[in-house]
Structures are given as structure tokens and as C-alpha cells.
């Protein structure tokens, strides 16, 4: 396939699993009042699928660029990852935020799905 078969069939499913995601959001919010947690993922998937329609050409040429974008991004995303960890930790401490584990847990790993993925959107601007 091209790649632009490529990008309009990411683009299509990040489209179809944002708007599923955020309709699981909003339809547990409205029925039971209460996240269950796997909602972020869905939305952290139309994100990732995002991403992949936008760097298709770029990942399939495996350059010293490339490499470098990947690197960056996977270095910069440990730094996230550890500032979610502190900023929830806080939260949950002072009582901020009333989660189970389950809700946490789905939160957390969309915000380092979707960190990493945006990331390497991020470094492919710069580099």
C-alpha cells in the first residue's frame, strides 16, 4: 500500500476511536457518574493511531534521524512519566483526588501512551 493509503486509514480510525473514546467518557459519566479508567485508553489508542498516520513515511525510512527522533523521545518521556508519578502521588496524598486503582491505573498508562506518541510528533518538527 501507499502512503497514502496509509495516512487516510490511521486518519480514519484515530477519528472513529477518538469519538468512541469520548462517548465511553461521556455516556460513564452520565450513567453511572463514575469513570471506569479504560476510557482514557480508547482515546490514548485514537492518539497513537493519529501519530501513525502522520509519521507512516518517516517511520518506514529507518535513517540516523529517525533513531535520534525515537531516542529523544523515549529520554524525554522517562521525565514525564516521573512527573505523573509525583503529581499523582500528591494528589491522591492530600486527598485532592478520590480514584480507585483500576482509574488510575487506565489514566496513568493513556498519559504515558499518548506522551510517548506526541513526543515523537514533537522531535519530527524539531529534527
Excluded at 465511553?24 to 489508542?45: D, K
Excluded at 483500576?102 to 493513556?110: A, N
Aim: aromatic share 16%.
Amino acid at each position: 500500500m501507499s502512503h497514502k493509503a496509509y495516512r487516510v486509514f490511521f486518519s480514519v480510525a484515530s477519528v472513529f476511536l477518538l469519538l468512541f473514546g469520548i462517548s465511553l467518557l461521556i455516556l460513564s459519566i452520565n450513567v453511572g457518574g463514575q469513570v471506569q479508567g479504560h476510557e482514557f485508553m480508547w482515546i490514548a489508542i485514537g492518539i497513537v493511531s493519529a501519530v501513525q498516520g502522520y509519521l507512516v513515511p518517516e517511520f518506514e525510512v529507518n535513517d540516523e534521524r529517525m533513531k535520534l527522533i525515537k531516542q529523544k523521545a523515549m529520554f524525554c518521556s522517562y521525565f514525564f512519566i516521573i512527573s505523573y508519578s509525583i503529581i499523582f502521588m500528591i494528589l491522591l496524598i492530600t486527598d485532592t483526588i478520590f480514584l480507585t486503582a483500576i482509574q488510575l491505573l487506565g489514566i496513568f498508562t493513556s498519559l504515558i501512551i499518548s506522551t510517548v506518541f506526541l513526543l515523537l510528533v514533537f522531535f519530527s518538527k524539531r529534527y
